[in-house]
Nanobody, 125 residues
C-alpha cells in the first residue's frame, strides 16, 4: 500500500525558514512525480510546487516563487520543500501527493493521489 508521510512543520516567525519532507512507504519516490500542496482554513487546497521523476523538472507556484524550492534528497529518500522568507499567509497544512509526471506542471489537486496526512506550518510572531 502506497503511503506518504509529511514532516517538518512547526511554528516559525515571519522571515524564517522551514524544510518539509515527504517520505514514502510501499513504493519508491523516484517512480513518481511528487507535488506539495497547502490548505489554509476556509480556503481551497493550493498547489505549491512539484517535481517530475522523469527529468527532475520542477514547477513552483507564483505565490511562493523565489522563496520555496522543491528537490529530491536522495540520501534520505524524500522529496523536500525548502521554505524561506516565510510570511503569515503561508500558514496552512502542507501535504504531499503523487502524480504522473505529465500532470506535475498543472499543480491541480485533482490529478494527484496518495495524499499524506499533512503537516501544520504556522508563521506568526
Amino acid at each position: 500500500q502506497v503511503r506518504l508521510v509529511e514532516s517538518g512543520g512547526g511554528l516559525v516567525q515571519p522571515g524564517g525558514s522551514l524544510r518539509l519532507s515527504c517520505a514514502a512507504s510501499g513504493f519508491a519516490l523516484d517512480n513518481s512525480g511528487i507535488g506539495w500542496f497547502r490548505q489554509a482554513p476556509g480556503k481551497e487546497r493550493e498547489g505549491v510546487a512539484g517535481i517530475r521523476n522523469t527529468d527532475g523538472g520542477t514547477v513552483v507556484a507564483d505565490s511562493v516563487k523565489g522563496r520555496f524550492t522543491i528537490f529530491r534528497d536522495n540520501a534520505k529518500n524524500t522529496v523536500d520543500l525548502q521554505m524561506n522568507s516565510l510570511k503569515p499567509e503561508d500558514t496552512a497544512v502542507y501535504y504531499c501527493a503523487t502524480s504522473p509526471p505529465y500532470f506535475i506542471p498543472t499543480l491541480n489537486p485533482m490529478w494527484f493521489n496518495n495524499w499524506g496526512q499533512g503537516t501544520q506550518v504556522t508563521v506568526s510572531s
